[in-house]
């Protein structure tokens, strides 16, 4: 499997890095987006931890793949960027907490009106 990174894009704003990427995997199955991250991370020089692969379209045939992935400088700016779905797809969901719900407040105190007599 030989992975080719066709744009390479900085966003400093976001502190990350936007790779395009082509993989080659003759006559091999359609590589995991772990086994992506873990690629994009040594040839990046960066930690896996801070690689999210959004999207990984395989060519029926060719034994080729390209796909999307964002290299974040710091886990802080990946959990506070990424949403919760990507970071599930990719195995980070620790990093970004789930919102908790609301207790619904009880019916009387909803603006009820006081009854006149």
Same mark, same amino acid.
């Given at each position: 499997?030989?992975?080719?990174?066709?744009?390479? #894009?900085? &966003?400093?704003?976001?502190?990350?890095?936007?790779?395009? =990427?082509?993989?080659?995997h003759p006559n091999e199955k359609t590589p995991s987006r772990?086994?992506?991250?873990? #690629?994009?991370?040594?040839?990046? &020089? +960066?930690?896996?931890?801070?690689?999210?692969?959004?999207?990984?379209?395989?060519? =029926?045939?060719?034994?080729?793949? #390209?796909?999307?992935?964002?290299?974040?400088? +710091?886990?802080?700016?990946?959990?506070?960027?990424?949403?919760?779905?990507?970071?599930?797809r990719n195995k980070l969901e620790e990093l970004k907490p789930?919102?908790?719900? #609301?207790?619904?407040?009880? +019916? +009387?105190?909803?603006?009820?009106?006081?009854?006149?007599?």
């Amino acid at each position: 499997m030989d992975i080719e990174i066709s744009e390479k #894009k900085q &966003n400093p704003l976001l502190g990350r890095w936007e790779v395009r =990427f082509v993989v080659h995997h003759p006559n091999e199955k359609t590589p995991s987006r772990d086994a992506m991250r873990e #690629k994009l991370a040594a040839q990046l &020089n +960066a930690k896996k931890g801070n690689v999210v692969v959004d999207s990984m379209n395989s060519v =029926f045939g060719k034994g080729t793949t #390209k796909g999307y992935a964002r290299v974040y400088d +710091a886990p802080e700016q990946l959990a506070k960027n990424e949403p919760h779905y990507l970071l599930k797809r990719n195995k980070l969901e620790e990093l970004k907490p789930k919102k908790e719900k #609301k207790e619904a407040a009880p +019916a +009387a105190a909803k603006g009820a009106a006081p009854k006149k007599k």
